[in-house]
Every structure is written in C-alpha cells, then in structure tokens.
C-alpha cells in the first residue's frame, strides 16, 4: 500500500473514532445493525455506548470482577447482556437491566480451566460455550482429553455440561482453541422440537493443535440433560506445525460456507497463508473443500463479512477483501471486527474502538 493510500485511510478513520479507555483491551465486540455497540475487556470492563455522540457508559459488574478478562459477549436487547470471562475460572454473568445488576449464571473453578467463545442464537435461545481441553482419566487409569463445554436452551439463563464424546476430544491436530476474540465457534443452526424434546445443535469450531490444524463440523441432538444423538465430520486445514498455530476466528458466509482465519500470534509477520473459505454440505454432514483463496498473509484473531467483504483484523492491521484483490491497513493492535449495516467496527488494545463507512472500503 502506498503512503498517500495509508494517509487517506487514516484520515477517514479518525473522522468516525471513538476511543473510549486508553488502558483496556478489548477483545468482546457486539455491533448492532443501527450501529448500537458493546465492548468488553481486561480489568472486568463492559461498555455500550452512549447516546450521545461517541460517548460510552460503564456497565461493568462489581468490583468483585475486576480482575476478570471479558473476552465475549452476546447482546439479546438494549437491557439484556451476556458476558464470559477467560482464565482463573470460567464465570458467565448475565444482567437484564443495561449492566445496574449482574448474575451469576455460570462459574467453573476446575484447575486449568479456560473459556475460549460463547455462542447464542436469539432467535431460539440456544447455544454453546466451548474451552480449552482438561484432562481426564479413563477406566484404565489412562489420560485422556476433552475440550469443555456447556449448552444453554434458554438465553444463558442456565447452563448444562456437555457430556464428554468423540465431538470434543482433544488429539494432536485439535487440543487447544482460542479467545483472541471469542469467536473460534460458529453457529450454523439451531432448532427446538417441543413435542419431542428434542433441541438440534449445528455448529463449526475449530483452534490448534502440534501437527495441525483441525476444524470440526458437529450436529448434537439434546434433551434438557445431556447428548441424546452426535453427528461429527473433520477437515485439516494447512498450517504449520506446532505451539500457537491455528484456526483462531470463524464467521459463517451462509449456510454452507464459513470464513476461518489464523496464524501464530508469535509470528505476526510470518508468510504462510493464514485465511480460507471453507465449503460445508449440510444436507450430508461433510466438508467439501478447504480453499486457500484468500490470501492473507501473517497472523489474524477476528474476521467478518458482509456482501463481497470478507475482513481481518489482527496485531497488524486490517485485511480486507472485496471479491477481487485483497487491501491491507496497518492499524496496530488489533483483535476483533464487526459490521454493522454501513459501517465495518473494530477493536482492541490501548482502548481502539473505531468504525469505517463500508462505502469507504471500495476506495482503499
């Protein structure tokens, strides 16, 4: 990119910023399509903004929580908002008055214990949190894996434990996801039979492994307790070997096609290619193809899309791909990018929150 073309972009980011804590680093990222936003972070920081003009209001929980590192978060309405922290146990808390008040929903203190993403449909009030995997032993007395898991069938009101199967098992190509930006899972489809039962789970995840990269494709049926039925397919996505490579952000392009992005967040500068479009076959249960034609290079911890858009943000800056040639902004310290109907918002460390029009992104 040449430098007039980076100053051109600086300046219309500036004209729509809005930085609102300079200390915090922002990895939940919520973005409506009126442009309503909700951010949260390290140091137990949750915000929305405000109505007035790039202003923003604290709806952080307690102080009990400040030490709490809110990597997502999923908004039902204005008043009602979901939050998961990472690290030092996994706490899901759940406020239905615009943060005046949160609930405990969830806590987990198991040693080792690390929620990667939490996914929610609204339209159905299902959904999934998945974590690292913990280790168990068999039988046997032998050691064994599986990634953590929980469900939820009534809008994070309450949440069951996933019964540990052969959809979550830990094994070299898939033991680890990630958090950079709550979004290493995604819903494909979610269903309620009542005269049944019966709930239908569809959804992709994928993180890293020591010899690979895998992204699993998994259909669970459930009653209100536990796995009644599993469907599960895997694809090996093409990384390199070892700790801190992967897959970490997935956003759906429809029903059979996902976007994935990742890297090692080691190697920010590394020139492996680190973005695909990833082909699903519903009706089969299957992958189709993992296409490596999006050609973004270096390290990315969230993408989005909209129309011919496909987007990552990263430690370097912006990848933005329009159908035909892909542009890349440095804007530094990146995690997490959302649209919005006309705007494309992103955030991450030192406070970075900021918006572009989406009309501007054909002009970069």
Not at 8 to 15: A, C, D, G, S, T
Not at 147 to 167: E, I, M, P, R
Not at 237 to 262: D, Q, R, T
Not at 308 to 316: D, E, I, M, R, Y
Request: glycine fraction near 8%; proline fraction near 2%; charged fraction near 20%.
């Amino acid at each position: 990119m040449n430098f007039k073309l980076l100053n051109l972009f600086i300046i219309i980011v500036l004209k729509y910023s809005s930085t609102p804590i300079n200390a915090q680093s922002f990895r939940g990222l919520y973005v409506e399509r009126n442009n309503n936003i909700w951010v949260s972070g390290n140091n137990g920081i949750v915000l929305k903004s405000s109505k007035k003009p790039n202003q923003w209001d604290t709806i952080s929980p307690s102080s009990h929580y400040k030490t709490k590192d809110f990597r997502d978060l999923h908004v039902f309405n204005d008043s009602t908002v979901i939050i998961m922290s990472a690290g030092d146990s996994g706490v899901i808390l759940r406020t239905e008055n615009s943060g005046k008040d949160w609930k405990e929903v969830l806590i987990d203190n198991r040693k080792g214990i690390f929620f990667d993403v939490m996914e929610i449909d609204n339209a159905t009030g299902i959904g999934i949190i998945l974590g690292d995997a913990l280790k168990y032993s068999n039988k046997s007395g032998d050691s064994i894996s599986y990634l953590v898991g929980y469900f939820t069938l009534d809008y994070g009101k309450s949440w069951t434990a996933f019964n540990n199967d052969h959809w979550n098992k830990a094994n070299n190509q898939l033991n680890t996801l990630f958090a950079a930006s709550g979004s290493s899972c995604v819903l494909m489809n979610t269903k309620s039979i009542a005269k049944k039962n019966k709930t239908i789970i569809e959804f992709c995840f994928a993180g890293g492994g020591q010899i690979g990269t895998e992204i699993r494709y998994v259909t669970l049926e459930l009653n209100q307790k536990s796995i009644t039925k599993t469907k599960f397919t895997t694809a090996i996505i093409p990384m390199p070997e070892g700790n801190g490579w992967g897959i970490y952000s997935l956003n759906s392009i429809n029903k059979k096609s996902v976007f994935a992005v990742g890297g090692n967040w080691k190697e920010p500068f590394s020139k492996h290619n680190s973005g695909y479009r990833i082909e699903i076959n519903p009706k089969k249960h299957k992958f189709i193809a993992v296409k490596e034609q999006i050609n973004f290079k270096g390290y990315y911890s969230g993408c989005t899309n909209k129309d011919s858009f496909l987007v990552a943000a990263g430690t370097q800056g912006l990848s933005v791909w329009d159908g035909k040639t892909i542009k890349f902004v440095s804007i530094p310290n990146l995690n997490v990018c959302k649209f919005s109907d006309d705007h494309l918002w992103y955030a991450g460390s030192k406070g970075v929150v900021e918006k572009i029009k989406i009309a501007d992104l054909s002009r970069l």
